[in-house]
């Protein structure tokens, strides 16, 4: 079974441009979530998507926005990006179904904001 | 901001030796997980403790759970060079969402 997969893998960009990062969940997983890492904030929670519904966004800016299609594929996107927003970004997926369990991670896109 | 809290930050052992590392949360918890991070890449789930147990074992690794401190601790037994990674502690409140720590970085020197 493949696991999961985002695209890119690096991405540079510069203050006020906008950015698409692309997250595939493993196959039949319906629930996709989003952190941002950096060295001094660590992971933080972005979003989660189940079905296509977001089910909790964390405290970010509304530059900030997801959402999910209807193969359980999501993507998220950074508006007017600024130098703060330079992390890795991850995606991870699950079941999402009854309980909460564990999470499977992509590699992630690292982000540079120049 | 993050739930957890992790201790120590950094932890540098010799190969064969033990490595603990200990997590403390601070709101009720449904489970608690803990996860290993290469080099900046992915995350990789280790091992997940519901609230109602006190211990779980995989392989060398042994966590525990004090709801009633709100803490949990990893052990990693007999550690190898190939355990050289971060380590996170994560919770799940039940709210569609993981809380991490700031995570442990573990040195395995040969």
């Known amino acids: 079974k493949a696991g999961v997969t985002q695209t890119p893998r690096y991405l540079i960009k510069t203050r006020g441009q906008q950015v698409t990062l692309s997250c595939s969940p493993i196959?039949?997983?319906?629930?996709v979530s989003w952190y941002q890492q950096t060295p001094g904030q660590g992971l933080q929670f972005l979003f989660e998507?189940?079905?296509?519904?977001?089910?909790n966004k964390g405290n970010f800016p509304g530059r900030f926005s997801g959402r999910q299609f209807s193969n359980s594929r999501s993507e998220m996107n950074v508006s007017t990006l600024e130098l703060g927003d330079s992390a890795l970004y991850l995606c991870?997926?699950?079941?999402?179904?009854?309980?909460?369990?564990?999470?499977?991670f992509g590699s992630g896109t690292q982000l540079s904001v120049l | 901001s993050q739930q957890g809290e992790e201790d120590p930050q950094a932890l540098s052992i010799q190969e064969g030796e033990n490595a603990t590392m200990n997590c403390s949360y601070k709101?009720?918890?449904?489970?608690l997980q803990w996860y290993r991070q290469n080099s900046g890449r992915g995350l990789v789930h280790l091992i997940l403790?519901?609230?109602?147990?006190r211990e779980k074992h995989s392989g060398r690794l042994r966590v525990t759970l004090d709801t009633s401190k709100k803490s949990s601790s990893l052990l990693i037994t007999a550690s190898r060079a190939a355990d050289t990674a971060s380590y996170f502690c994560a919770t799940d409140a039940g709210d569609y969402k993981l809380s991490f720590g700031a995570g442990t970085t573990v040195t395995v020197r040969a």
């Open positions: 709101t009720s918890i449904n489970n």
């Open positions: 196959s039949g997983h319906r629930s």
């Open positions: 998507y189940f079905s296509e519904t977001q089910r």
């Open positions: 403790i519901r609230s109602n147990e």
């Open positions: 991870a997926s699950s079941l999402g179904q009854g309980a909460y369990e564990k999470l499977f």
